[in-house]
């Protein structure tokens, strides 16, 4: 009798699972690194938001923001596995097995704002984002992290010379490490979440990301020098669960491709927006800034970047990047 109830439970339960599937009535998890201000933030609580009104309340995307989820790594494992529906996490997390993905994180490869909206809109970001799918992730959109820049606590960086033997906190990203390497850094690549008591506690002497990454973290309360270097740009691919993705209809996919583009789009706005004021405010706060520091002697650096990714994957991605107008 109780092999009987406990067959007829699971039954039960299976009917009932598929009755909700079968409504399209779901909710999706969606995990990031954003901090509660972060434009991540507030681009994913913009998506899902979307998301619900477009399905008309069929779909809920439930976030966990601020690594609540893990590391980055951590939160791309658990996106493969499906125990995640989606991630937004920064591009270097990516390339640890995707090393194609490695091309927009070459230094110095992009000129602005407008040159990342055009690569990202063409064939070439078409193709990396379809590359994840051979690693069971779904591409949705490229959300970002944005142009890098470089603080420390040692002196200001005026030039390539000045980071000598600095110890910055990179990502794992291999384009970004060789690029310090030859800048004379010493790079020393740890999940973000470290960052902040490692800076405090002077395990490391700097860092680099964005403005807006560097004030709502507050970084500004443990370093003192920031250069505006713009040295790198890094992308944050939305993905979300392969298998996940293909089990849902052709309009629900449509929604969260809709969505995640719009959620992109509006998160690109914010970071223009708001790097503006938050670099008037981290000099408010106490930070000493370099707004034009010598690009051109940093220049010998990047290039062995570009050639050591050349050498995997050629150089015909580069130069379309490159001469794109």
Same mark, same amino acid.
């Given at each position: 009798?109780?092999? @009987?109830?406990?067959?007829?439970?699971?039954?039960?339960?299976?009917?009932?699972?598929?009755?909700?599937?079968?409504?399209? /009535?779901?909710?999706?998890?969606?995990?990031?690194?954003?901090?509660?201000?972060? &434009?991540? &933030? $507030?681009?994913?609580?913009?998506?899902?938001?979307?998301?619900?009104?477009?399905?008309?309340?069929?779909?809920?995307?439930?976030?966990? =923001?601020?690594?609540?989820?893990?590391?980055?790594? &951590?939160?791309?494992?658990?996106?493969?596995?499906?125990?995640?529906?989606?991630?937004?996490?920064?591009?270097?997390?990516?390339?640890?097995?995707?090393?194609?993905?490695?091309?927009?994180?070459?230094?110095?490869?992009?000129?602005?704002?407008?040159?990342?909206?055009?690569?990202?809109?063409?064939?070439?970001?078409?193709?990396?984002?379809?590359?994840?799918?051979?690693?069971? @992730?779904?591409?949705?959109?490229?959300?970002?992290?944005?142009?890098?820049?470089?603080?420390?606590?040692?002196?200001?960086?005026?030039?390539?010379?000045?980071?000598?033997?600095?110890?910055?906190?990179?990502? =794992?990203?291999?384009?970004?490490?060789?690029?310090?390497?030859?800048?004379?850094?010493?790079?020393? =690549?740890? =999940?973000?979440?470290?960052?902040?008591?490692?800076? $405090? /506690?002077?395990?490391?002497?700097?860092?680099?990301?964005?403005?807006?990454?560097?004030?709502?973290?507050?970084?500004?309360?443990?370093?003192?020098?920031?250069?505006? /270097?713009?040295?790198?740009?890094?992308?944050?691919?939305?993905?979300?669960?392969?298998?996940?993705?293909?089990? @849902?209809?052709?309009?629900?996919?449509?929604?969260?491709?809709?969505?995640?583009?719009?959620?992109?789009?509006?998160?690109?706005? @914010?970071?223009?927006?708001?790097?503006?004021?938050?670099?008037?405010?981290?000099?408010?706060?106490?930070?000493?800034?370099?707004?034009?520091?010598?690009?051109?002697?940093?220049?010998?650096?990047?290039?062995?970047?570009?050639?050591?990714?050349?050498?995997?994957?050629?150089?015909?991605?580069?130069?379309?990047?490159?001469? &794109?107008?």
């Amino acid at each position: 009798m109780k092999k @009987l109830n406990f067959i007829s439970a699971t039954v039960l339960s299976v009917i009932c699972s598929s009755s909700v599937f079968a409504a399209g /009535t779901y909710e999706l998890a969606l995990s990031h690194y954003g901090s509660p201000t972060d &434009t991540v &933030t $507030k681009a994913t609580e913009f998506m899902a938001k979307r998301v619900n009104e477009l399905s008309k309340g069929r779909i809920t995307i439930k976030l966990h =923001p601020n690594s609540e989820l893990g590391a980055s790594g &951590t939160q791309i494992d658990g996106t493969r596995m499906g125990t995640i529906d989606i991630v937004v996490v920064g591009n270097p997390y990516y390339t640890t097995f995707n090393e194609q993905l490695n091309l927009l994180d070459l230094p110095f490869l992009f000129r602005d704002e407008e040159h990342v909206e055009k690569v990202i809109n063409s064939e070439v970001g078409e193709k990396l984002l379809a590359s994840l799918e051979q690693y069971g @992730l779904k591409g949705l959109a490229f959300y970002e992290i944005g142009f890098r820049d470089i603080t420390n606590n040692k002196r200001q960086v005026k030039s390539v010379k000045d980071l000598s033997h600095l110890k910055l906190r990179t990502t =794992p990203n291999p384009a970004h490490i060789a690029a310090f390497k030859e800048w004379g850094a010493n790079p020393t =690549p740890m =999940p973000f979440n470290e960052v902040y008591f490692s800076l $405090k /506690t002077g395990v490391i002497d700097g860092q680099e990301n964005p403005i807006h990454h560097i004030y709502n973290n507050n970084l500004q309360e443990v370093q003192k020098y920031l250069s505006l /270097t713009h040295h790198a740009y890094t992308a944050a691919p939305m993905a979300m669960n392969l298998d996940r993705f293909n089990s @849902l209809d052709k309009e629900d996919q449509e929604i969260l491709l809709k969505a995640a583009k719009e959620g992109a789009d509006l998160e690109k706005q @914010l970071n223009v927006e708001e790097n503006k004021v938050y670099l008037e405010k981290l000099k408010q706060q106490g930070m000493q800034v370099e707004e034009s520091p010598d690009v051109a002697s940093f220049q010998a650096g990047a290039k062995k970047a570009w050639d050591d990714y050349a050498k995997k994957f050629g150089d015909k991605e580069i130069k379309k990047i490159s001469e &794109t107008k």
